[in-house]
C-alpha cells in the first residue's frame, strides 16, 4: 500500500444538520454520538490502516483549516489543501490529484467525505483494497454500497459483468436519484449500487481524463501542482489568483460518467454499514440500531420516548421524558426540537432565521 494516498474532501455547511452543523463549523468537525472522535477523525482513524497520515491530503475551505489542522495533528500541515472558494468535488479533487501525482506519478488516490460514518471498518478496508487493485489496471473505481431499502436520495450505480479481481464488476451507466417506484425497480434487480461518493483510481488516469474531459480543470490545477512540493507559498498564491475561473463542478460529471460511457469505470460492491448522514432522522435511526457506532451519548437521557434521539453540543444534560420520535439538539447557538417525520424542514427553519438576520446563528 506504500503507493495509496487518501484524501479527504472536507467541504459544505450541512444546513440539514443545523444548529450543530454551521458555516464556521460543519458537521465533519463534531461528533455525533457516545464515540469522542468526530466524523473526520473517525474517517482518519479508519483510512490509517491502509495508508498513514502523512500520505493523507485533506482539501477544505480556509475557515475550516485550523479547526481541522487542531483535530487531526497527525496530517502534515502541507497536506491541508485550502481552496479559495466552493467549487464542487471535481476541482477538489482534481487539486489534490495533481499535487500528489507531482510527487509520485504511480501514485493510487482514493477519495473519502469527511462527513460519513461506516459502522464496519474491516468492510470498509477489503473493498478498498479491492478497489486499489482494480485502480491499478486503469480502471476508474467507485465503491458502491449494498442498498437495504428502495432510496430516493441517492444516485446508483448499475453494475454490470463481473472483472474476476474480487467482487468487482463493471460499471454499466449511472442514474440520477429516482422516484419510487424506480427506485424500488433497482432494488428488486440486483444490479443497482448505491452512489455514495467513493472513489479510487491511478493519479495519472485522472488526469488523463480531466484533460480529455475537463481541460479548464486540469489547466489550473497542474500548475499549482507542479509549485505546491518546492515553493508552496508561491503554488497558494497562484491558486488564489486563478482558483474562481475554474467550472464548479461534482467529479461525477467531469469525469466519472463520461469514462463509464467508454467502459473504463469499475465498482466494488460493498456492505460497511454506511450512511451519509444526511438529516437528524437518519442520526436518530443510526442511534437506535444496536451495533452502530452512533449511540446515544452519555449525557442525554430518554424517558419513555421511543424512536427520539438527543445530543448535547455543550456537555449539558438533556433530558426527554414520553415524547416519541423526536430529535432534540442542544448547541451554545441554538436549541432544535423537531419530529424526526419532518427533519428534512431544519433547512426551512435555517432558511428563515437567515431571512430575519440572525446570520449569527447560522
Partial sequence: MNSFYPVI???????????????????????????????????????????????????????????????????PRDNIVVEPSGRNSGPAIALAAAIIEAVDPDAVMGSFAADHLISVGDAFRAAIRTAIDVARTGRLVTVGITPTRAETGYGYIEGGAGLDIGNAVDVRSFKEKP??????????????????????WRVADLMDELREQAPEIAACVQPVADLWHHDIDAARGLLERTWDDIPSISIDHAVVEGAAARGRVATVPADMGWSDIGDWDTIAELGLVEGSRLAQPDETLLIDSPGSFATSGTGRAVTVVGVPDIVVVETEAAILVVRRSEAQRVKDAVDEWKSRGRDELL
Fill in 9 to 75: 474532501p472536507a467541504g459544505g455547511s450541512g444546513t440539514r444538520l443545523w444548529p450543530l452543523s454551521r458555516k464556521g463549523s460543519p458537521k465533519f468537525l463534531h461528533r455525533l454520538g457516545a464515540d469522542e472522535r468526530s466524523l473526520i477523525q473517525l474517517t482518519l482513524a479508519r483510512l490509517e490502516p491502509l495508508a498513514p497520515p502523512a500520505r493523507t491530503y485533506i482539501v477544505c475551505g480556509a475557515a475550516h483549516k485550523s479547526a481541522i489542522a487542531q483535530q487531526v495533528p497527525a496530517v
Fill in 179 to 200: 422516484d419510487a417506484a424506480t427506485a424500488q425497480s433497482y432494488l428488486d434487480s440486483g444490479r443497482y449500487l448505491w452512489n455514495a461518493g467513493m472513489f479510487v
